[in-house]
């Protein structure tokens, strides 16, 4: 059984589609020495279920995580995003 998509774990957690993501990448302009993939990147590797995502460092970064929320001028909840992604790292064991 194939696991379920990143995108579906997202949905299931928040309630947010990130289809609604346009990749407009406003939500970079919250940039962080921290991250080693944009945040509008990571949402990104989400639509295209790229389990990398649960491995980066930006994932892990509260400084992101703390800027996240209001990044989106569409109304995602980036911050809501990034805990679920989170938890779903933690439940296949990627994080320490």
Not at 8 to 13: A, E, G, H, L, P
Not at 34 to 45: N, T, W
């Amino acid at each position: 059984m194939s696991p379920t998509s990143l995108r579906r774990i997202v949905k299931d957690s928040t309630g947010q589609d990130v289809y609604k993501c346009q990749g407009c990448y406003d939500c970079e302009l919250t940039a962080s020495t921290e991250a080693d993939v944009p945040l509008g990147s990571l949402v990104q590797m989400i639509i295209y279920d790229d389990r990398e995502a649960l491995t980066c460092r930006t994932l892990w970064s509260d400084e992101i995580l703390q800027s996240s929320r209001y990044s989106c001028l569409r109304g995602l909840n980036v911050q809501a995003i990034m805990l679920a992604l989170r938890e779903e790292a933690r439940r296949e064991g990627l994080a320490g």
